[in-house]
């Protein structure tokens, strides 16, 4: 299966500020997820980034708070633009398979703390 | 679109029994169907999977089955051990497309 680096592992940030949270695949893969997960609770998807095409986002997530790029098809990045305490969350990117692989794989997550 | 109910949210055993937890999903046209295994600080691990044309997939001690006329999927891991405490989350999805999670089983396994 794919390995996924992401970085930042952690970071603890300002409100009003943003972060970019980077995903690095070791395979080409068609398409990245990106999942917040808030605390004690389950994964949600954010949206969905195809290489070369803008990032399909899921209801309640938009384009100008969780602007998202994807310039190959190892690599993509979220923003969380404008942050407050409510955007405190576990940010996880995911893809499927990669190479043939049959699942999808997570990264380790980034655990983000807005004060 | 896809709904996955996930129970119980909590299980408690003891150490050598079995624990089983059990996911329904609304939408007919789902094929696959993960588990994932979250422990503390880590993102989530898949630890077995099943399609939609297969009715039941075992890995030692771990194992699936699928209803599909029930729509439910379930959980076993048998024989269990202190370190399979984690959270585990079921998904539902329709191949090549998002997975959506149900809400999440916390497991925990007492000596």
């Known amino acids: 299966s794919a390995v996924i680096s992401q970085k930042p592992s952690r970071d603890i940030c300002q409100r009003g500020t943003s972060l970019t949270i980077q995903c690095q695949v070791d395979?080409?893969?068609?398409?990245m997820f990106w999942y917040r997960q808030q605390p004690g609770q389950s994964l949600t998807l954010i949206a969905t980034a195809n290489q070369g095409s803008e990032a399909t986002y899921e209801s309640g997530f938009v384009i100008d708070k969780f602007p998202i790029s994807r310039p190959n098809l190892t690599f993509s990045t979220l923003t969380v633009s404008n942050m407050s305490p409510e955007d405190s969350s576990i940010y996880l990117c995911?893809?499927?398979?990669?190479?043939?692989?049959?699942?999808?794989?997570f990264g380790s997550g980034t655990r983000l703390t807005v004060v | 679109g896809e709904n996955v109910e996930q129970h119980p949210s909590t299980l408690s055993v003891q150490e050598g029994d079995s624990a089983v937890i059990k996911c329904t999903y609304s939408?007919?046209?789902?094929?696959?169907f993960p588990w994932y295994k979250q422990e503390l600080g880590k993102g989530p691990q898949l630890i077995i999977d099943i399609r939609s044309n297969v009715g039941e997939k075992k890995d030692q001690r771990i194992a699936v089955t699928l209803n599909k006329t029930a729509k439910h999927f379930s959980l076993h891991i048998t024989e269990t051990q202190p370190e399979d405490s984690a959270v585990y989350f079921c998904?539902?999805?329709?191949?090549?497309?998002?997975?959506?999670f149900g809400t999440g089983t916390r497991l925990q396994v007492f000596p």
């Open positions: 998904a539902a999805s329709l191949r090549t497309d998002k997975l959506i």
């Open positions: 995911s893809v499927e398979g990669g190479q043939g692989s049959f699942g999808y794989t």
């Open positions: 939408d007919s046209a789902s094929n696959y």
């Open positions: 395979s080409q893969v068609t398409m």
